[in-house]
């Protein structure tokens, strides 16, 4: 009682909420407090500790050297506390929420999510698709499978596999032409969202003129997997990922023309809150990812 009363835990809540948000106004809305309360809290716990945990700056806070040290540790705090009294929510038998793209789901989930389940009948899996990048504040998504830098604060990150591209076309398509030899090629068949920055990093890598994508028909299927299937019915080339259209191109479906490859430098993670590492659910979906995915790194 006497800790509870030295360190009191609405102030150490308002803290760990505003230090993941970088934000006494977003750490207000998600606990349902004014910034002027939050301020108050924070300052409380900045008077308890004798050190100043942020730097106000106009429109901004950052954390100090103190506060970066205290974050991680509060945050990770909570997370243990969540979890035990969320009672059952966390044990083997509950559901697994899996946040991640439509075409990764479609493409390399689909396939692998009865095995999974299988080696581990207690578990019930639900997908959450979006291309928005997840806050596991805002959702009851467990883990996510997402492309980027694998850097994201408060987040534990493994790397699954590179993000890299190159165009992929139907046969029949490529024969209207007599056929795609060399990447100029490209430019005399309809490109699938020109505008897609995928097409410019792979013009650059083949030395093709950026302004070649300039004043093409746009077209905006909103995933990777759309693209894909206007590929297949012949509709022009689409930027894709290769290992995700093997069965496409095995079947006569997509060709590869050139094993020339580019990237954006943003790769796919598998992350999760660091606060809940070791949530039973979410080790069994790791342990699994590790020894399917032959790239997976931790």
């Known amino acids: 009682m006497k800790m509870s009363k030295q360190f009191p835990l609405n102030s150490l809540r308002v803290f760990e909420a505003a230090a993941r948000r970088m934000s006494f106004t977003k750490a207000g809305e998600e606990l349902g407090l004014t910034q002027t309360a939050v301020s108050y809290q924070i300052k409380l716990l900045e008077d308890t500790l004798g050190e100043q945990l942020f730097l106000r700056r106009p429109r901004q806070v950052t954390l100090t050297d103190a506060g970066v040290r205290l974050a991680p ?6 997370g243990l506390m969540d979890e035990a009294l ?13 946040h991640t793209t439509a075409t990764f789901a479609s493409r390399w989930l689909a396939s692998h999510l009865g095995t999974f389940q299988l080696e581990n009948p207690g578990i019930a899996v639900r997908l959450e698709t979006s291309q928005d990048v997840v806050d596991f504040t805002r959702t009851e998504a467990d883990v996510a499978i997402r492309s980027g830098s694998g850097q994201w604060p ?26 795609v030899k060399e990447p100029a090629d490209i430019l005399k068949l309809r490109i699938i969202d020109p505008g897609d920055i995928w097409w410019s990093h792979w013009f650059a890598a083949a030395g093709l003129p950026e302004e070649e994508l300039q004043g093409r028909p746009i077209s905006r299927f909103g995933a990777q997997t759309f693209e894909a299937a206007a590929a297949v019915a012949g509709q022009g080339v689409a930027i894709l990922k290769p ?12 060709i590869q023309p050139f094993d020339l490859r580019a990237t954006d430098g943003s790769d796919y993670w598998f992350a999760y809150p660091e606060a809940r590492r070791h949530s039973k659910k979410i080790t069994a979906f790791r342990d699994f990812l590790r020894k399917t995915m032959p790239t997976f790194r931790d």
């Open 73 to 78: 540790r509060i945050s990770e705090a909570f």
């Open 86 to 98: 969320s009672g059952m929510k966390d044990h083997s038998d509950g559901t697994l929420i899996i």
């Open 154 to 179: 408060g987040l534990k990150a493994h790397f699954l596999m590179k993000s890299d591209f190159t165009p992929m076309l139907s046969p029949t398509l490529a024969q209207t032409i007599g056929g």
């Open 243 to 254: 290992e995700f259209y093997a069965d496409d191109v095995a079947l006569g479906r997509l």
